[in-house]
């Protein structure tokens, strides 16, 4: 019996399917491989800190293709941190975004006080495509109103290069980025950070985002900082 041609069309898109989660997970692979050879060797090196881990589950909703509403809860064991992240971007021009955000910082260190912060980290981000890469300049005013001590106030200018990978089964975003942050308050730079992360989007509605980032304080000790993000998407329009 000979075979029909829907059977070889049947067939070919198979394979190319095939194909196309074959070089995206090697592609994954490949840099999640890199991110925890990265974060190892920082971790071995007896001088270095230890590496703390944030956890941050959340939400995202966008109504249409120029909004998104984030909502994110964080934990920190290690730290002894738990956090609420509410944040908005709304599209203003087509190289402009407007990031307003509120975060809640709880902590409770064992036998010490608690220590609650309510901050405002209003941002505005400018992004442009240099050939297969995406430039954004994120330039955000960090509010800390703390119940014990007095307030914080800070300028933090994060530049990040992207890398989005198109593919019709897995989605990929390799990105590296370094943010400055300068104090208001002591009138200085105090804090520099250094990373390297992922953005996986194996389906439509769900998102995963591993970061690995160093940072350098002037106050504080350096510490090695590990973020793994996972985002339920809802909502119908998917543009933003």
Not at 45 to 58: C, E, R, S, Y
Request: hydrophobic letters at 40%; one cysteine or more; aromatic letters at 16%.
């Amino acid at each position: 019996m000979l075979l029909s041609d829907s059977w070889f069309t049947n067939s070919r898109l198979r394979l190319q399917t095939g194909n196309y989660f074959f070089h995206a997970f090697n592609r994954m692979h490949l840099f999640l491989f890199g991110l925890i050879g990265i974060v190892c060797t920082a971790s071995a090196q007896p001088d270095q800190p230890p590496v703390f881990t944030w956890m941050f589950p959340g939400i995202n909703y966008k109504p249409d293709a120029k909004t998104a509403y984030w909502a994110q809860y964080g934990v920190s064991p290690p730290l002894h941190l738990q956090a609420l992240y509410l944040q908005a971007y709304i599209k203003t021009g087509k190289h402009v975004i407007l990031n307003p955000a509120y975060l809640y910082l709880n902590n409770k260190p064992p036998g010490q006080p608690r220590l609650q912060e309510h901050t405002l980290m209003n941002a505005v981000i400018v992004y442009f495509p240099v050939h297969r890469l995406v430039v954004d300049d994120r330039n955000m005013i960090w509010n800390r109103f703390r119940r014990y001590g007095k307030d914080l106030h800070f300028y933090r200018n994060r530049l990040r290069v992207s890398w989005p990978i198109p593919n019709r089964a897995v989605q990929l975003k390799p990105y590296l980025f370094d943010e400055l942050t300068f104090s208001f308050t002591e009138g200085s730079f105090t804090r520099n950070r250094v990373a390297a992360g992922l953005v996986i989007k194996p389906a439509r509605w769900f998102q995963l985002e591993v970061t690995w980032l160093r940072e350098y304080n002037r106050y504080y000790n350096n510490v090695n900082l590990l973020f793994v993000m996972t985002t339920i998407e809802l909502g119908e329009n998917r543009h933003l």
